[in-house]
């Protein structure tokens, strides 16, 4: 059998260390924009918690050992001038650890233990292992020793303040070895006749099947399609607490939920490839839809936050996501699809239409998921331009549902209402030049130089040519070397590190990219996609970038970015025959 290729190597302060299906990771990352000096197994099970120090010790001293760390998606290592360590996992809830020349600390993250907080630490003599016990994320994280020697152990049973955990290192002219577990209560002693080796290579496999499946156009041409699929595959966590179905976080850095609009780029990149699991991204906010088909804001493990909502971009992603299945998806799915989106729709229809009135609102910039674009400055409560024409795209894709589902009837009543708000949205907030804001309950309109306000561009061939082009031109105007800035770069209100006040985000462009090209702006389609594509390949898949110089900002492991650039990679690989 031929061995599978190690993959791209990548830089841990960057992207977590992690495997399909697994709810931790190993990172320096420990908390939003915090990085510590060793590596920590970090959970995400009831929030994001750094549990476990891990050290490499030298082994004569027991103090921390020189070394610097390399990762490949099967493998990560420490290495120094004595040594080495090596990290692999072997299932998602667990790691294994082998080590010639270091000693190695697996320690409890927190000093400090409370009756309500902090990690608990004692020897199991049923398991015959040491095990840590943790508040935050109430799982157990048991350490079997499989070779060479615990010499010494810190902390047992201790309460309070105090340090905890155990040194191993190797016998005489033989590695160490261990297994880390991640458990809820109790399961049998640690076993397993799988060697090191096997199970770095059985993680290498499973990440290069799904790379063969989510990426198969890859060439030279798109360099960053390896990295971008680990970054998806590294973040998919197995159904556990609210997480309903297998579930693509936006990152195992601190941004770990699944946000009602970010899920639906994710379905986008993986349905030609892992029909299964991109159906399952597109339908895990609603399995928490509410009763009055409101979306939640967020899901996670445990927490699913409803103070705000998402904007309705779930019809054209839907509409992407069947086209782009490899077999159309079957009379259940789509009246499962139908049923959810209709409600989601009547809900913008109802709570969000104030009375004698055409035009949905946003009550806050965080429902548009342009938290703080400038938009929103001089008001919250405010009828924009993007959510009506997510919504006419939204009633399209019922329509066309419906008609499939021989439902002719809704179909025409669907396709009624997307005609009324198309035709509100040109006659209310179209000026000839520009589409402005409203005040949802003053009735004052205003402009931004915001890129949200060109947002209907994602209309595509549903807009007049004429407001097509005009907004084509004024989108020119957001193109930095980098691609699209939420800000023009001239208003004086652009923040480099302003969050929708200036940088590049994946979702932005791709709408944006999607709906010139529907609308014939093929050449401006496709400079955006290749700046946008250049970005990543060379400053990674951040949250969002700086439209200047690039850099990467805030979170720099995040899915929908990685995901946005598959689909634009992929794309650019089908359009130009690479």
């Known amino acids: 059998m031929t061995a599978a290729p190690p993959g791209p190597a990548f830089s841990v302060h960057d992207i977590p260390f992690s495997t399909y299906g697994s709810w931790f990771d190993i990172s320096p990352v420990v908390a939003e924009k915090t990085y510590a000096e060793d590596l920590h197994l970090v959970s995400h099970q009831n929030g994001m918690h750094a549990v476990l120090r891990l050290a490499p010790l030298d082994p004569a001293t027991g103090g921390r050992a020189e070394t610097h760390v390399e990762a490949t998606p099967g493998l990560l290592s420490w290495i120094g001038d004595g040594g080495r360590v090596d990290l692999a996992y072997e299932s998602p809830d ?10 190695f600390g697996v320690f409890a993250a927190a000093r400090t233990l409370t009756p309500f907080s902090g990690t608990y630490f004692f020897h199991d003599p049923a398991a015959g292992a040491h095990v840590f016990t943790s508040y935050e994320t109430g799982r157990r994280y048991r350490v079997t020793l499989l070779s ?13 303040s105090a340090d905890r955990g155990v040194r191993v290192a190797a016998d005489p002219d033989a590695a160490w070895e261990i297994a880390v577990e991640e458990l809820d209560t109790a399961r049998p002693p640690y076993s397993s006749a799988a060697t090191f080796d096997d199970i770095v290579e059985s993680a290498r496999g499973a990440y290069a099947d799904f790379v063969d499946a989510v990426a198969p156009w890859r060439s030279p041409a798109t360099p960053a399609a390896e990295l971008a699929a680990y970054v998806v595959w590294s973040a998919t966590v197995r159904p556990t ?21 970010d899920h639906c780029f994710n379905a986008l990149a993986l349905a030609p490839g892992c029909p299964e699991l991109a159906l ?4 895990l906010p609603f399995d928490h839809q509410d009763d009055s088909g409101a979306l939640p804001d967020s899901v996670t493990h445990s927490e699913v936050l409803r103070n705000f909502v998402k904007p309705p971009i779930h019809g054209w992603a839907f509409g992407r996501l069947r086209r782009r299945l490899p077999t159309p998806p079957g009379r259940a799915e789509l009246s499962l699809a139908y049923a959810r989106l ?7 229809l109802t709570a969000r239409r104030a009375p004698g009135t055409e035009l949905p609102y946003y009550q806050h910039g965080n429902d548009s998921g342009w938290d703080n674009a400038t938009t929103f400055d001089p008001a919250r409560v405010v009828v924009t331009a993007d959510l009506a024409a997510f919504l006419v795209l939204q009633l399209h894709e019922l329509a066309a549902l419906a008609e499939e589902l021989d439902r002719p009837d809704e179909a025409d009543r669907w396709t009624r209402v997307a005609d009324q708000i198309r035709t509100a949205l040109l006659d209310q907030l179209w000026t000839g030049d520009r589409f402005v804001a409203r005040g949802a309950g003053t009735g004052d309109t205003w402009s931004s130089a915001g890129l949200l306000d060109l947002m209907p561009i994602a209309l595509g061939e549903h807009l007049p040519d004429e407001v097509s082009g005009t907004l084509a031109d004024h989108i020119k105007a957001h ?22 006040r200036g940088p590049i985000w994946a979702p932005a462009t791709v709408l944006v990219e999607d ?3 529907r609308a014939g702006h093929h050449r401006l389609a496709d400079d955006i996609s290749a700046r946008f594509r250049a970005l990543c390949e060379t400053h990674g898949f951040a949250e969002n970038f700086d439209a200047l110089t690039g850099t990467g900002l805030r979170d720099r492991a995040y899915t929908w970015t990685a995901s946005s ?3 634009l990679a992929e794309a650019y690989a089908h359009r130009d025959g690479h």
């Open 94 to 103: 667990t790691v294994r650890l082998r080590g010639s020349g270091p000693s």
């Open 148 to 160: 060479g020697t615990i010499v010494e152990a810190v902390g047992d049973q201790a309460l309070g």
């Open 241 to 261: 607490g609210l997480v309903t179905r297998p579930g693509v976080l936006m990152s195992k850095h601190w941004m770990d939920k699944v946000w009602s609009w």
């Open 280 to 283: 399952d991204q597109f339908h």
């Open 342 to 348: 209709e409600r989601w729709t009547d809900f913008w």
């Open 479 to 500: 193109l930095t070397p980098y691609g699209l800035a939420t800000e023009r770069t001239t208003s004086p209100h652009y923040l480099a590190d302003g969050y929708w």
């Open 515 to 517: 709906g010139l090209r």
């Open 565 to 567: 650039y598959l689909l």
